[in-house]
């Protein structure tokens, strides 16, 4: 989380790392109720929010999926120092929305049938460098690397995998759960990789 400027005016100007939309449309007609304040959300990549700040572009907060872009913007002078903090820890999961495709093991990435494998731009993308590192250490870097989509960010590659336009998509824990309950389709959560603070 950071500040860019102080949030002082009627209407707040918000980046949001896509992994935290819902929470964030909600946070936000709350807050909006609550204040009479109006709140614009932009939803994308936390790498593409870094290069817009640096452009200018007119955000008074950044929520990031890492915790580094904000301590950046601030070393370099387009953040407060001292408004940073951890809202929340993302975890790195596989998932696809059919049921029984995706084994607790994560054997899937191996099956002779897998089709495509969506996963974030890991250059804009913190969600995105985290999936490049299983896919290593299960040695199939070189093998998976034909079958991958990538999305822009991690709520466009969630749109991939949703809606089938991969058999399989590395993305953010809390897009699949509703309730603390798997919402549809099969997940290997790994060692739910932890992806610095959302």
């Known amino acids: 989380f950071l500040m860019a400027q102080a949030a002082t005016a009627e209407e707040v100007s918000l980046a949001v790392a896509a992994n935290f939309t819902a929470p964030m449309q909600k946070i936000a007609s709350e807050f909006e109720k609550d204040t009479g304040h109006k709140v614009t959300l932009a939803f994308g990549a936390t790498g593409k929010f870094y290069a817009q700040i640096k452009a200018g572009a007119p955000f008074q907060m950044l929520l990031a999926a890492d915790d580094e872009t904000p301590a950046r913007l601030v070393k370099e002078g ?24 995706v084994d607790n093991q994560g054997l ?85 990789r932890r992806v610095g603070k959302e």
């Open 78 to 101: 387009d953040g407060v120092a001292g408004s940073r903090f951890t809202y929340a820890t993302g975890k790195l999961v596989l998932w696809s929305a059919q049921v029984g495709r």
């Open 108 to 192: 899937v990435l191996k099956a002779a049938d897998l089709g495509k494998v969506a996963l974030a731009s890991p250059k804009v993308a913190p969600y995105g460098a985290a999936a490049v590192e299983p896919m290593g250490q299960l040695g199939l870097t070189a093998a998976l690397a034909p079958r991958l989509v990538q999305g822009e960010s991690i709520g466009q590659t969630f749109a991939f995998a949703a809606t089938g336009n991969a058999d399989v998509g590395f993305v953010a824990l809390s897009q699949v759960l509703e309730g603390g309950k798997l919402k549809n389709g099969s997940v290997w959560r790994s060692e739910e």
